[in-house]
Structure formats: C-alpha cells, structure tokens
T-cell receptor
C-alpha cells in the first residue's frame, strides 16, 4: 500500500514563491506526479519525476528524493489563477517487466490560496 | 496534445436507475483507462483500471457488479452505475494512458462527470 502526506492548506502572496511538500511511503515506487485541480474540474498534469533531482517547467518546478520519500512542487511568481488544489500522486509498479501492474495513488491535495 | 472527453458532464437520476458514463480518448489510443471517484473536498480515489479487451481490475471495496466497466476499444471505456443510490452521488473522472507510453507516461484526465442521485 501507499501513504502519501501533504499539507491540507497553504496561503501565499501574489508574486511570491511557494513550496508544497509531499512525503510518501511505497514499496514499488515508479514515479511521482503533480497535478493542479481547480474546484469542480478534473486535474491537469503539471510534472513527473522518476529520478532524483529537480525538473523545471516554466514557473513550476518539482523535486524528488527517492531515498527520503520526499517531493516538493515549487511555484514561482505566483498569480491569482494559481489558487487551486495541488495533488501529489505516486505510482507503484509490481509484477514482471512488460506484464506488470501499475497503480497511481493520489494524496489528499493541498489547497493553495493566493492573496493579493 | 492528448484529449480525453467524458459524456455526460453532469447527470441527475432517480434512485434505483442506472447511469452510463462514457470516456473517450480523442486523438490517441488508450490501452489503459482509469476510473476515479471524488467526493467533495477529498482526493481522487481509484475505482478500477480497465485494459482494452480484458476485464477491469477493481480496487478493494468497489463493487464490480454495481460499477460495470467496459473497455471495448482503444478509444472508449464506459462506466455504468447500476441501481444508483444517493450515496453514489459524486464526481466521476476517467483518465487514459496512451498506447506505447509505458513507464514514462502521464495520465490524461477527462473533464469529469458530476452524478447526482435523488
């Protein structure tokens, strides 16, 4: 099974930087995703990490440390439209290569409020 | 980019009736589709994984006879909520993984279907 933890809520100021942390425990780690979800809408993909290190994509960056079971999503130059829930999701894989099984489990999400 | 559609986007039905939700990958072939359910202020909970041409794999606690999943083609999966009850009211979201994407791939989410059972 998996255990994924992230803060429930965060507040940050427009133009600032915010870091959303995610810790996880899993037995067959095979990638970590970050998604953005606005209220009443489906999640949209932000980033994917499978190796240790930082992945940068515009104003969004995601970091992974597999040995620590830790990731963070960094949002720079915050805009009001960034107010949303941010979901950390971990993929488990098991079984033989090419015929194995995969499952992505989502954390409960971090609701970010950007204030002027 | 990869687009996934869902139909209907919202539906209201009476208790005891069945509702079918369609999930389509519009510009790619999806060997695997996932069905999630999300209750208010909660995260997505995986209900089942469906692979084209084979039976769906249901998560623990999800009744396979109540939530019927059919993945008959590489672009279409359907979820039928049979004998719906008010507690089935939720936001149902499908996602798809493209053929050949393997381990590197992300899931592309549909826009979701809001089901209200009265």
């Amino acid at each position: 099974g998996q255990n994924i933890d992230q803060p429930t809520e965060m507040t940050a100021t427009e133009g600032a930087i915010v870091q959303i942390n995610c810790t996880y425990q899993t037995s067959g780690f095979n990638g970590l995703f970050w998604y953005q979800q606005h209220a009443g809408e489906a999640p949209t993909f932000l980033s994917y990490n499978v190796l240790d290190g930082l992945e940068e994509k515009g104003r969004f960056s995601s970091f992974l440390s597999r040995s620590k079971g830790y990731s963070y999503l960094l949002l720079k130059e915050l805009q009001m439209k960034d107010s949303a829930s941010y979901l950390c999701a971990v993929r488990d894989s098991w079984g033989p290569r090419g015929g194995g099984y995969q499952k992505v489990t989502f954390g409960t999400g971090t609701k970010l409020q950007v204030i002027p | 980019g990869a687009v996934v559609s869902q139909h209907p986007s919202w539906v209201i039905c009476k208790s005891g009736t069945s509702v079918k939700i369609e999930c389509r990958s519009l510009d790619f072939q999806a060997t695997t589709m996932f069905w999630y359910r999300q209750f208010p202020k909660q995260s997505l909970m995986l209900m089942a994984t469906s692979n084209e041409g084979s039976k769906a794999t249901y998560e623990q606690g999800v009744e396979k006879d109540k939530f019927l999943i059919n993945h008959a083609s590489l672009t279409l999966s359907t979820l039928t909520v049979t004998s719906a009850h008010p507690e089935d009211s939720s936001f149902y979201i499908c996602s798809a993984r493209a053929q050949g994407q393997g381990n590197s791939g992300e899931q592309y989410f549909g826009p979701g279907t809001r089901l209200t059972v009265t």
